[in-house]
């Protein structure tokens, strides 16, 4: 099993719609969680980070379900620029150690 | 925020020739650089972690004597792709941990580099 998996995709929306990606991780000894976004040929940048408790940033909210080792993403009234690839990242202790990058999963926003 | 500035953007060399990558933060010390690679349609891959003074750690299966790290200052870590052959042609990006980012512990990522072995 992967440490990190997600649906690679792709994920094909229309313009306004909600979409969610899950990402299952196998280590129940992880402590900190990313979403990253990826544009094409792009460096990774932070999206938004995973809470236990969940979190909202517009119109993204991410979820943590430690039980079942899973986050999620959902994202609202989908926009054109939505379109990329979005990163599951995982760190195992927590603080500046090294993460763990899921494949990502593509969403494709059309008009 | 904190920002990486890596160069070049993109290389293209002849098999056989060495190509040297460079990261600077510029308005934070790193102690840690992360080296990662990226083939097309895969996930960012470590390759190996290095520590400003000290030597670096490879993950399994890198070959520490091909990819050369370098980490002498707070602000510089360089990758030296040593002998490149077509099979190395990739993405390669680097990543320090943000400081004072968000305070969520954040990776400030560099730009990238892709290289091109002919």
């Known amino acids: 099993r992967k440490e990190v998996e997600q649906d690679p995709g792709p994920f094909n929306v229309p313009e306004g719609a909600t979409v969610a990606f899950n990402c299952t991780y196998s280590n129940s000894a992880s402590q900190s969680f990313f979403w990253y976004r990826q544009d094409c040929r792009k460096e990774p940048k932070l999206l938004m980070s995973v809470y236990s408790s969940g979190n909202e940033d517009g119109r993204f909210t991410a979820q943590l379900n430690r039980a079942s080792q899973y986050i999620s993403l959902l994202i609202r009234d989908s926009k054109l620029s939505d379109s990329a690839t979005y990163l599951c990242v995982v760190n195992l202790s927590g603080g500046y150690q090294k993460v763990t990058f899921g494949t990502g999963t593509k969403l494709q926003v059309i008009p | 925020g904190a920002v990486v500035s890596q160069h070049p953007s993109w290389v293209i060399c002849k098999s056989g020739t060495s190509v040297k990558i460079e990261c600077r933060s510029l308005?934070?010390?790193?102690?840690?650089m992360f080296w990662y690679r990226q083939f097309p349609k895969q996930s960012l891959m470590l390759m190996a972690t290095?520590?400003?003074?000290?030597?670096?750690?490879?993950e399994q299966g890198v070959e520490k004597d091909k990819f050369l790290i370098n980490h002498a200052s707070l602000t510089l870590s360089t990758l030296t792709v040593t002998s490149a052959h077509p099979e190395d042609s990739s993405f390669y990006i680097c990543s320090a941990p943000g400081q004072g980012f968000k305070s969520d512990y954040g990776y400030t990522f560099g730009s990238g580099t892709r290289l091109t072995v002919v």
């Open positions: 308005d934070f010390q790193a102690t840690t």
């Open positions: 290095s520590n400003e003074g000290s030597k670096a750690t490879y």
